[in-house]
Structures are given as structure tokens and as C-alpha cells.
T-cell receptor, first 110, second 114 residues
Framework: RKEVEQDPGPFNVPEGATVAFNCTYS??????FFWYRQDCRKEPKLLMS???SGNEDGRFTAQLNRASQYISLLIRDSKLSDSATYLC???????????FGKGTMLLVSP | DVKVTQSSRYLVKRTGEKVFLECVQD?????MFWYRQDPGLGLRLIYF???????EKGDIPEGYSVSREKKERFSLILESASTNQTSMYLC?????????????FGPGTRLLVL
């Protein structure tokens, strides 16, 4: 079983749409959770951390369900500039290494 | 702003050559990492280091070695490059400051081994 699983997509949505990405992780000792964004041929960059209580940053909302070992990212009012690959990332407690999902590609069209 | 730099954006080498990939970070981070990223396989950890002269194997260390002589610099070495090492190589660094520590990536080096 893969440690961090994501739907690879691509998700094709029109501008203004709301889109949700899901991610599951297999190790219950996972302690920290993140969403990274990677533009085509660029490096991954941190989009947001994911907290147990859920958190929001503008049009982006992240949720964590520890019981189901499930993380989500919701993007409202999609922009063309949101087109990218979104990586789900987890870290085990006490470790500095991160485990990356393979990413979900989002394509926002006019 | 955290800055992680890598010595080359693109590199072309021949099979059997020794290849050095350099990474430098300017934020005094303790941890540094080397990944490779391939289509369909995602990011895979090669080696990491949590202190000067310390190194730990990641998930795919075979065919690679690393060096960390100074805190800000982490080098990846391909002793004898092979075609299956053609890939995008990404360096990252992170502080050791608890649960929310996250990694900052360099721009990557696209290596082609002929």
C-alpha cells in the first residue's frame, strides 16, 4: 500500500469553479501535514500546512481527518494561475523527512 | 526569504562520468535533502543530512553518495553516471524546529546522462 495516495487527475475545471483534492495516508504515526504546489518544470513550494482543526488561507481550505487518515484541499473561485500539480505531504512524528504523494494535476481553463 | 540554490539548472553527462551536484542554502538550516523526481514516480528521497558531516540514506541511495562539509552546502555525487540516473534532482533544506518544520526547495537540476 502506498504511503500517501492521491488521485493523479488531471482535473479540468473552468475559471470560477470550486475543486477539491483528496489524499489518504497509511501511517497512523503521521504527525504533520502539508499541501505543496508545483508548477510545470519548477520546484515544489509550500502552499499551506494542514491543522487538525482545519484551516483556511483565502480561497484555499485544508481539512484533516485523523480517524480516517484523510486530508483534503478545497480551492474556491479557481483562477487560471491555480493550474499546477498539488502535492499532499506528511511527516512522521520525530522525523525530519517528508513523504510526498505523487500529486494531483489541476488545469483551470478560461 | 529562504533561498536554496543549485549549481546547475541543466546538465548533460556521459555514461561513466563522475557528476557533482551542489546545493547551498542561506538560512542556517540544520537539515538538507536530495530528491529525484521522475514522471509517474513522484519525489523520491535519495539522501539527507541533519548536521555537518552527518548523512542518512533515503529510499533510493544506490548509485549515489553525498557530502556535507559545511552547514550551508550539501553535495550529491554520482560516482559513475548511468542512463537510468537521468532525472530532475531537487535539493531541499529545513530547520529543526518542531512539528511544523517544512522543506524549502531549490530550482532543481535536470540531468541527462547519454
Amino acid at each position: 500500500r502506498k504511503e500517501v495516495e492521491q488521485d493523479p487527475g488531471p482535473f479540468n475545471v473552468p475559471e470560477g469553479a470550486t475543486v477539491a483534492f483528496n489524499c489518504t495516508y497509511s501511517n497512523s504515526a503521521s504527525q504533520s501535514f502539508f499541501w505543496y504546489r508545483q508548477d510545470c518544470r519548477k520546484e515544489p513550494k509550500l502552499l499551506m500546512s494542514v491543522y487538525s482543526s482545519g484551516n483556511e488561507d483565502g480561497r484555499f481550505t485544508a481539512q484533516l481527518n485523523r480517524a480516517s487518515q484523510y486530508i483534503s484541499l478545497l480551492i474556491r473561485d479557481s483562477k487560471l494561475s491555480d493550474s499546477a500539480t498539488y502535492l499532499c505531504v506528511v511527516r512522521l512524528s520525530g522525523y525530519s523527512t517528508l513523504t510526498f504523494g505523487k500529486g494531483t494535476m489541476l488545469l483551470v481553463s478560461p | 526569504d529562504v533561498k536554496v540554490t543549485q549549481s546547475s539548472r541543466y546538465l548533460v553527462k556521459r555514461t561513466g562520468e563522475k557528476v557533482f551536484l551542489e546545493c547551498v542554502q542561506d538560512m542556517d538550516h540544520e537539515n538538507m535533502f536530495w530528491y529525484r523526481q521522475d514522471p509517474g514516480l513522484g519525489l523520491r528521497l535519495i539522501y539527507f543530512s541533519y548536521d555537518v558531516k552527518m548523512k542518512e540514506k533515503g529510499d533510493i541511495p544506490e548509485g549515489y553518495s553525498v557530502s556535507r562539509e559545511k552547514k550551508e552546502r550539501f553535495s550529491l555525487i554520482l560516482e559513475s553516471a548511468s542512463t537510468n540516473q537521468t532525472s530532475m534532482y531537487l535539493c531541499a533544506s529545513s530547520p529543526s524546529d518542531g512539528d511544523q518544520e517544512t522543506q524549502y526547495f531549490g530550482p532543481g537540476t535536470r540531468l541527462l546522462v547519454l
